[in-house]
Nanobody
Framework: QVQLVESGGGLVQAGGSLRLSCAASGSIFSINAMGWYRQAPGKQRALVATITKRGTTNYADSVKDRFTVSRDNAKNTVYLQMNSLKPEDTAVYYC???????????????WGQGTQVTVSS
């Protein structure tokens, strides 16, 4: 079985910073892309940032130049450094990963349980 466990959420004032972590564990052969999504109240889950196994990144326009996604392949962990936070960044943040559990199995998307980020004005 595969699990993704997030940590690092919390309450911060506008302009502050937070760092989210997401560690994958279990029966893992290889991890392809990893990423972060967020869901604000009353809104659909939306892409925040993704990173490929080789380190190519992609960001939502709303977080470019403020958020940085990175990963440690040795630790099966993806990070999201969030700077200059705004009240509109308030949401539940979810990590996901495309994971192959055996050498001949296709990748499958797994999700973490989510971590709350609240930015006060």
């Amino acid at each position: 079985q595969v699990q993704l466990v997030e940590s690092g959420g919390g309450l911060v004032q506008a302009g502050g910073s937070l760092r989210l972590s997401c560690a994958a564990s279990g029966s893992i052969f290889s991890i392809n892309a990893m990423g972060w999504y967020r869901q604000a109240p009353g809104k659909q889950r939306a892409l925040v940032a993704t990173i490929t196994k080789r380190g190519t990144t992609n960001y939502a326009d709303s977080v470019k130049d403020r958020f940085t996604v990175s990963r440690d392949n040795a630790k099966n962990t993806v990070y999201l450094q969030m700077n200059s936070l705004k009240p509109e960044d308030t949401a539940v943040y979810y990590c996901n990963a495309d994971i192959e559990t055996t050498w001949n199995s296709p990748g499958r998307t797994y999700w973490g349980q989510g971590t709350q980020v609240t930015v006060s004005s």
